[in-house]
């Protein structure tokens, strides 16, 4: 798998979020870790943060969001000219491979 943008970034915050929560409280919520993690709360907040995150690779997140939202959804749903959606609805996708990795270690 090639190198994605920030992943690096985006698993530090999956990392942190992990080391916050009781064990108990994973082991009870363990298939809703993803939606946890990624989906109640906002991983860039204000627009200016955003494009900054974004820098150069807009592009290539807009893909990432376009190809994963057309194979999901059959349309795209995120607007994307709103950058904290972009950055938001990127760490969603990136984050889904992250937990599925943690699952694949926990349950080994």
């Known amino acids: 798998m090639e190198t994605q943008y920030k992943r690096e970034e985006i698993q530090?915050?999956?990392?942190?979020?992990?080391?916050?929560?009781?064990?108990?409280?994973?082991?009870?919520?363990?298939?809703?870790?993803?939606?946890?993690?990624?989906?109640?709360?906002?991983?860039?907040?204000?627009?200016y943060q955003a494009e900054q995150w974004l820098g150069t690779h807009v592009f290539d997140v807009i893909k990432t969001i376009?190809?994963?939202?057309?194979?999901?959804?059959?349309?795209?749903y995120t607007d994307l000219s709103n950058s904290e959606e972009v950055v938001n609805m990127y760490a969603y996708i990136i984050g889904e491979e992250i937990v599925q990795d943690y699952l694949l270690k926990v349950q080994s």
């Open 12 to 47: 530090e915050h999956f990392d942190d979020f992990i080391k916050e929560q009781p064990k108990d409280w994973i082991e009870e919520n363990i298939d809703d870790l993803h939606h946890h993690a990624f989906n109640t709360d906002y991983f860039i907040i204000g627009y």
């Open 66 to 76: 376009r190809d994963y939202e057309d194979m999901q959804f059959g349309e795209p």
